[in-house]
């Protein structure tokens, strides 16, 4: 699944330079503040890349059809949405034929489940880039107040080989797109079959990981903050034929 990522310098940099790229796009925010930690479960708000625009979102998509007193709740199970029943799916089946997007990220976090215990895992661009998080989105208006909420949802794939590895139980990941097919997906009029093609597992080669400190995944701790990211190895895991990362 994807839960928890980080939304920094090569994340706004990378949005940045898509702005200039592609004229037209319109950005109403600009954003200054570093997410090193960012969970779902808070639905922040983030920076997104639609069609035509760069809209801040809250994570979690409302679908539609949600009245004001079960929209909270739905929310919460909005977090994801799996690429393999996507279009079953009441919440996103209109969503992922005309309203798709995504989600820039420095890196994402995933915990592996050992020994009964918890290693969290820093996941990153080998390439030292961004990942192009597939997503879709949804405006729902609110028909008692007439507000309006924009909202997404991440799509997550098979894991490859080193998410099998890491997240060991679900064994899933966040769709990752190449740079050379965000216009495609983003763009309403890409057909089925395309955009089929596109929800795919990432190739682990391009992927970069370590184990970071167990504060990681407790929400009683400052969690956003630089150091979060950095290695922290486990004596009882680091001998001979352990698989460690």
Known sequence: MCFTVSVEKKAKEAIREYL???AGVQMPIDFNEELYLVS???HPLLHIIREGAITLS?????????????AGDLQKMTLNARADTI?????YKESIVTRRCILVVDGFFEWRHENNRKYPY???????TVFYLGCIYNSWVNKVTGQVRDTFSIITTDANPLMEMIHNTK???PLILHKEDLAAWINPATPKTAVDRLMV??????????????????PRKNRNIPEIKE???????DTPGQLFV
């Not at 809250?58 to 079960?70: K, M, Q, T």
């Open 20 to 22: 200039k790229s592609n």
């Open 171 to 173: 064994k899933r990941m």
């Open 231 to 237: 290695e922290m190895r486990y004596p009882e895991r």
């Open 87 to 91: 279009y079953r799916k009441p919440s």
């Open 201 to 218: 597992t990432y190739p682990e080669s391009g992927m970069s990981t370590h184990t970071i400190s167990s504060d990681a995944g407790n």
């Open 122 to 128: 820093y996941i990153y661009p080998k390439d030292e």
């Open 58 to 70: 809250e994570w979690g998509l409302i679908p539609s059809f949600a009245v004001e007193e079960n």
């Open 40 to 42: 779902g479960f808070s």
